[in-house]
């Protein structure tokens, strides 16, 4: 039995979790490719036209498993926590991906409803185990080792690492600090996110992404935060940036986001309406399927360059 696993939307937030879950139930798993041209437009095919990037993405991805698996993981995320669910899409997504793909009959429908809750979580993974022909001892040990790989794998992010694109640690003595926000799924996809943070170290700068900020102090900054969104993922790059901004740790925000993100129209409008009060350089880079490389190259040089400009000023105006 071969499990396959999309390298996209969830892949990126928990695949330390899943991963180590399957692996240790003595399951064989196949993640997709990394993202590619092909991998997008096989996605765009199939999904719906005025889906965002991401979700057309989903589609690719599970294509890509089609002949390398027996099950496909497509999980119904609802909710990890008791104040917000995830983004539409999310919850209807094996809907969609059921009525898109034709002949997709492979799907590993799993529902994620944990609502922060440690005994829901386990649930999950005993009917997961279960499915796969595991029994209640090898889903207890399982699902226990893998909220040790999750929290592992946060804690290394929290000490500067972005694992996800291969990076084991930044020089924290740069000149310029960036918090660079958005999705994981868009942030660390490298080919989607057109390297935008492999981008800004080459530039020169320091850069911390929401999950490089523990949880404790994304929590803290709820408090200044006057009505959370309905989201998670949206309530968590909220979070960090008003960490960033009421903090003033960093030189400039950038904000990634997908054409057609419904939650991101309002994430990107409080974010900037809150930078401009705050005097804090900010600057929106949105993505879609046809966004090219040199285009984006230049704001962020453009950004980084205003931000040294600004910085200079300062400091000359001091001494
Ligand atoms: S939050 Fe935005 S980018 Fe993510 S799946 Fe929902 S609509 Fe797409």
Known sequence: MKVGIPRTLFYYAYSPFI?????????????????????????????????CVPIKLFHGHV????????LILVPRLVSVNKEATFCPKFLGLPDMLEN????????????????????????????TAKILGKGFLKAWK?????????????????????????IESQDKNKDIKLGVVGYPYILY????????IKKLISLGC?????????????????LNIKKLLFWTFSN???????????????????????????????????????CKEKNIPFLTV??????????????LEAFVDMIKIKKARKEAAVS
């Open 100 to 127: 898109s793909i034709p002949d997709f009959n492979n799907m590993l429908e799993i529902r994620v409803d944990t609502k922060g809750k440690k005994r829901e979580l386990f649930k999950i993974c005993l009917k």
């Open 286 to 299: 949105t993505l879609d399927e046809h966004t090219g490389q040199e285009g984006v190259n230049t704001r």
């Open 206 to 222: 320091y850069v911390i992404t929401p999950e490089m900020l523990p949880e404790r102090v994304k929590k803290e900054e709820s």
């Open 142 to 166: 399982a699902c226990n080792i893998a909220l040790k790989s999750y929290e592992e794998y946060c804690q290394r992010m929290q000490e500067g690492a972005l694992l996800p694109l291969g």
């Open 19 to 51: 991963l180590s879950f399957l692996e240790e139930l003595g399951v064989e798993v196949v993640v997709s490719e990394q993202t590619s041209k092909e991998i997008i437009d096989e996605g765009v095919e199939d999904a719906v036209s005025d889906a």
């Open 63 to 70: 294509k890509n498993l089609f002949k390398k698996a027996d």
């Open 236 to 274: 968590n790059v909220l979070r960090a940036s008003y960490h960033f901004i009421n903090n003033r740790n960093v030189d400039g925000i950038i904000h990634v986001t997908a054409f057609g993100c419904g939650p991101d129209f309002i994430v990107d409008k409080l974010l900037e309406l809150e």
């Open 189 to 196: 996809d490298s080919y989607l996110s057109l390297d935008i």
